[in-house]
């Protein structure tokens, strides 16, 4: 959710000539904690705060003229060549992600 970090993958996708394509997962606060402590991953009570504050903004922004689950001009303005949001049972659904070639 840090700026600076989805800024330096795109950056590095340019770097090798790469379009950059961000696919979120959207679900509740005890979902993401549930999932972060299985994995053995969890972040500390105050830094999962600041990351769910930045999940917010970035989720508001992604309700882009092209429709639910696609970028607004926020996310796109950093250089991805496509976003999109998923919920729990759409990711679930998910077999297999194909990006066009250019």
């Known amino acids: 959710t840090r700026g600076w970090r989805r800024w330096l993958l795109t950056a590095l996708a340019r770097r090798f000539g790469r379009d950059s394509h961000l696919l979120l997962l959207d679900v509740p606060a005890e979902t993401a904690l549930a999932g972060q402590h299985e994995r053995r991953r969890a972040l500390g009570p105050a830094a999962f705060?600041?990351?769910?504050r930045r999940w917010r903004r970035l989720r508001d922004d992604l309700s882009g003229p092209a429709g639910p689950g696609t970028a607004g001009s926020g996310?796109?303005?950093?250089?991805?060549?496509?976003?999109?949001?998923?919920?729990?049972?759409?990711?679930d659904r998910l077999d297999r992600i194909e990006i066009p070639a250019r």
Not at 49 to 52: F, G, K, L, S, T
Request: glycine residues 4%.
């Open 75 to 91: 996310l796109t303005a950093e250089g991805w060549a496509s976003v999109r949001l998923l919920d729990r049972p759409a990711a």
């Open 49 to 52: 705060a600041a990351h769910w």
